[in-house]
């Protein structure tokens, strides 16, 4: 399993895999050449050239004495809020949050929500949980002390509901409160019951009703729709920032501190910006001169959109390793699953297994040279990976553990083609078991816990964490399919849960698609817990990362494949994201 030889000398690395590109090229996947499967992926959008000319004027000196000298006034907003106006403060944190600030402001934030705790819940005696409280306020404060990981009970809202749990009338016209309290509603644990019946009864009143207020407020509708479509706890925090700074810019709150915290966040956004720009040009030439899309025509050329998914775990500019390293092995996990999917026969994904596992080039001598090609770039970027992460983290033996997380990825795959070829539909549960395993959520989960520092290790992370990567996987392989499923029935693909929830079940479509939404509602809740529940060896941060995993999940799958379909998928978040500066 050494691969130090290979490592250092690039040069032959790279002369290797040209030869074999070479010879490739001149072949023309002669072998069983008709027989080969085809997803008919449409090129990739995002060309060389153009990711090359990506520049920003907000990478600069000048800029960063400027938003230093913001963030000092804003950090003086906590010390002017006056003690006894906690819902000020909450908004303050609340807008602090969503323009995509709070890495800048995690002491004072932290400060000023240990006073609020601590009087809140053991005083009872300021006017977010009191009897005077309004709904408002109470939704507010326990959505951001929960996503904070502070403890604090549903039993807060049980005075604004009925045995129905339908809202009181006197609340039941606070537009604000109900849509803080939708957002509080998706933070719940199992069993919280108030927020699971106030979810159930808010759902269905602001969808009938969000007409109504569009041609009152369009801001207040837009918010409604937004927190319908998706919820803020189940969205990628960074992917969101720029649609609340021009929320905010279109509906001035009375709140002095807004013009201070909008420059911040737009200068914030821009110099961001600036660093990914930088990163993904590095990431574009790394791609280019592999030259995998020569030869490997079959897979997804996705880049781009694998970048992406690298930003929505960490987006902070010094996780620029981890973002290098992420982007890679996102990349390596789309072109494997299409080798099992779409090229292989079932005798050469076992060669292709089998080398995983032993992490052995000589096991790949009897496949096609694409194949090898595909082996040989996982070999030396996994071998790079891992002597990168001990020398910048400090670790040891990195490599065995990311060569069983690929392993085991391989041979779930293998068992999802197995199941292609003999016509199998697996049970639910039977497909379940695999398939959280071929979400790739945990071996995505196993290279970000070696890109970042830890005092645990490896082993005692992944059992503390056990359950919360299960979570995880879970939603991402649920939400995989209710996004891919539709064309993959199409061409003829192995079964997706869709597919054995149908057949299992004896239901339509519509429904297996409805349970399997719950399925995933259920997993959130069980991934709140985890989060507050955490052991105090794992940083938030980290957790937050994790959890990231999921969030993107939801925007990749949320209108279908965001991999496959470039321009109905994510086209549009990249350019606002990648390419688009503030103004």
């Known amino acids: ?26 072949s023309a996947y002669s072998v069983h050449d008709q027989s080969r499967r085809s997803a008919n992926y449409k090129p990739n959008i995002w060309k060389y050239d153009f990711l090359e000319s ?27 809020c006056k003690e006894s106006d906690v819902i000020a403060k909450l908004e303050l944190i609340d807008s602090i949050r969503k323009v995509g600030l709070n890495n800048h402001f995690e002491q004072e934030i ?25 709904l408002y306020a109470a939704a507010l404060f326990f959505k951001i002390l929960r996503q904070q990981g502070y403890q604090v009970s549903q039993d807060i809202f049980g005075r604004f509901m009925d045995e129905m749990g339908t809202l009181k009338k006197s609340t039941s016209g606070n ?74 810019e279109k509906n001035r709150t009375n709140q002095p501190y807004m013009t201070t915290l909008l420059e911040l966040a737009k200068l914030n956004f821009n110099e961001v910006q600036a660093t990914l720009q930088k990163d993904l040009r590095e990431a574009s030439k790394w791609w280019y001169n592999l030259g995998l899309t020569k030869n490997l025509d079959f897979a997804r050329d996705r880049m781009v959109e694998c970048f992406m998914c ?43 297994t089998r080398a995983v596992e032993r992490w052995d080039v000589m096991e790949t001598e009897q496949l096609p040279e694409c194949m090898k090609i595909c082996f040989q770039v996982l070999y030396n970027t996994t071998c790079e990976i891992a002597n990168e992460t001990e020398e910048e983290n400090g670790w040891n033996q990195v490599l065995p553990q990311l060569c069983k997380v690929w392993a085991d990825f391989c041979k779930a795959l293998l068992v999802e083609a197995e199941w292609y070829n003999e016509a199998y539909t697996p049970s639910f549960e039977e497909y379940l078991s695999n398939g959280y395993i071929s979400s790739s959520a945990s071996l995505i989960f196993t290279h970000a816990f070696f890109a970042t520092k ?98 993107v999940g939801h925007i990749l799958y949320q209108d279908g494949d965001g991999f496959g379909d470039q321009e109905q998928g994510t086209r549009a978040l990249i350019q606002s994201l990648l390419v688009e500066p503030l103004s």
Request: charged fraction near 25%; charge should be negative; hydrophobic fraction near 40%.
């Open 110 to 134: 932290k400060a000023a929500l240990d006073a609020i705790a601590s009087a809140e819940l053991e005083n009872n005696s300021n006017p977010c949980i009191s009897s005077e409280g309004d």
């Open 175 to 248: 537009v604000k409160g109900m849509i803080e309290l939708l957002e509080a509603s998706n933070l719940a644990f199992e069993g919280e019951d108030i927020l699971e019946k106030a979810q159930a009864f808010l759902i269905a009143t602001l969808r009938d009703t969000n007409t109504m207020w569009d041609e009152i407020d369009s801001s207040i509708s837009k918010h409604v729709t937004c927190s319908l479509e998706l919820s803020s706890q189940r969205r990628v925090q960074w992917f969101n920032v720029k649609w609340h700074i021009k929320a905010y």
């Open 454 to 551: 830890h005092e645990e290790g490896v082993d005692d992370s992944l059992h503390m964490n056990e359950d919360l990567v299960y979570n995880i996987s879970v939603i991402l392989r649920l939400l995989n399919d209710l996004g891919t499923s539709a064309a993959e029935q199409e061409r003829g693909d192995a079964a997706s849960s869709i597919l054995c929830y149908k057949r299992e079940m004896n239901v339509s479509e519509e429904i297996a698609r409805k349970n399997i939404k719950s399925m995933i509602d259920n997993a959130w809740k069980k991934i709140n817990e985890n989060c507050l529940t955490r052991n105090p060896k794992i940083s938030s941060s980290y957790i937050n990362i994790t959890t990231n995993i999921a969030r």
């Open 310 to 352: 690298a930003v929505g775990l960490a987006f902070e500019t010094d996780h620029k390793s981890f973002r290098k390293w992420l982007t890679k092995v996102i990349n390596l996990i789309l072109i494997i699953d299409d080798v099992y999917d779409v090229y292989g026969s079932l005798e050469e994904l076992k060669h292709f």
């Open 54 to 80: 990506l520049n920003s004027k907000f990478d600069g000196e000048c800029y960063l004495i400027q938003m230093q000298k913001l963030i000092k006034d804003v950090k003086k907003l906590f010390v002017e």
């Open 1 to 26: 399993m050494d691969c130090s030889k290979q490592l250092r000398n690039p040069q032959a690395e790279e002369q290797q895999i040209h030869q074999w590109q070479t010879k490739s090229e001149l």
